[in-house]
């Protein structure tokens, strides 16, 4: 793999003395950087006493671990082709009609299903450029970016196509594919149904507004908005994608070592949107407002009414049948959040346990019939 990506980082050499002039304007890092690239910087998340709550480690270890791309179904490279570049086999590595496409649509203010970036782009993004300015946007970050597209796409549409599909975020810390599968469905990627895989391609492009445990409506529809790419990119019938878009999915992690797993997920999302660069570039130690002395409490008083509604002492009243709750005490005067719950139980298939009930929207129903 080092000789051969090696041998490709040398290529530039074709191009003459101006070619060298030019690449090292523009500072390119080299291939060689790839490996590099993939570790994922460690970020511990504490509570307000300082005990730990979760760390991302460094190693793609667990949930995170790569996987070929020979184990990856069709139908989730497929989904992710449709939605991020839908020509990705027949460019070189940037696509300029997308890009003029993409300003195009942006100015006209229309819907903007696919990004000007290939992602060839991308994974150059994630991999090789500092991660303190993933999110700058400047004419020579994009030239670098372009530059490097050609490059790594010198080592064949698969590898690159492996490279993204195990490094991409799906939010909820979920680098990769495999992560995501056992995130979202407490399964292996290979084990994922075609609507399973829809619906993570949907997430890539927002990890944030998509997120199916916070926001499970949206999500959805961007599962549809993605069945309709696959479509029109030929790698679906229309009947296969009206039987993906009506299959239920069932919401589930896989069980790992985590504290407060929705206050912890919640966190993450909070620190994705505002502090990007500094997350991705060396990681944090992250301070919050959890006590999780109250959280164990809050949680143990959470299943105890719950068995208490299910199971009423005998003649008081009728068991309630109620299977999910959720639970958030903040402090009455600074504001900050306590504990949060937002299911009985984050691992817990069968009520969607995963699902964050407590920050999750709600259809307003009876709420406005006495303002219509």
């Known amino acids: 793999m080092a000789t051969q990506t090696g041998a490709r980082a040398d290529r530039p050499a074709a191009f003459g003395r101006r070619g060298f002039v030019c690449l090292d304007f523009v500072g390119l890092p080299s291939l060689d950087d790839l490996e590099a690239g993939m570790a994922l910087p460690a970020t511990r998340l504490y ?21 070929p791309l020979s184990e990856i179904p069709p139908a989730c490279v497929q989904a992710v082709i449709a939605t991020e570049d839908a020509h990705y086999y027949s460019h070189a590595g940037i696509d300029l009609v997308g890009i003029v496409r993409a300003v195009w649509l942006n100015a006209r203010g229309g819907e903007v299903v696919a990004g000007g970036s290939t992602i060839t782009q991308q994974t150059a993004r994630l991999l090789l450029l500092d991660p303190l300015g993933q999110s700058e946007r400047t004419v020579q970050r994009k030239l670098k970016e372009m530059v490097l597209a050609i490059q790594l796409n010198g080592l064949g549409k698969a590898r690159v196509l492996e490279l993204y599909l195990n490094q991409v975020y799906f939010g909820n810390l979920a680098y990769g594919i495999e992560a995501a599968a056992r995130t979202y469905f407490s399964k292996s990627a290979p084990d994922l149904s075609l609507a399973e895989c829809a619906l993570l391609a949907g997430v890539v492009q927002n990890a944030i507004v998509n997120d199916p445990l916070a926001y499970p409506d949206a999500a959805r529809e961007r599962q549809k908005t993605v069945l309709r790419l696959m479509v029109q990119n030929n790698s679906l019938t229309a009947e296969q994608a009206a039987s993906a878009e009506g299959e239920t999915l069932q919401f589930g992690a896989a069980p790992f070592p985590i504290e407060a797993p929705h206050f912890v997920m919640a966190v993450w999302q909070q620190l994705e949107r505002d502090y990007p660069d500094a997350l991705h570039a060396g990681g944090l130690d992250v301070v919050t407002t959890l006590d999780l002395n109250w959280q164990t409490v809050a949680q143990r008083v959470m299943q105890q009414q719950l ?66």
Do not use: C, W
Request: aromatic letters at 8%; charged letters at 20%; proline letters at 8%.
């Open 47 to 67: 509570d307000r006493h300082g005990t730990l709550l979760y760390e991302i480690q460094t190693e793609a270890e667990g949930a995170n671990r790569a996987i």
């Open 307 to 372: 068995a208490y509604l299910n199971d009423p002492p005998r003649f008081e009243r009728i068991p309630a049948n109620a299977n999910n709750a959720a639970l958030v005490a903040l402090d009455p005067y600074s504001g900050q959040v306590l504990t949060m719950l937002g299911s009985p139980n984050y691992f817990d298939e069968s009520i969607d346990g995963a699902v964050n009930a407590a920050l999750a929207l709600r259809q307003p129903g009876s709420a406005l019939k006495p303002f219509t």
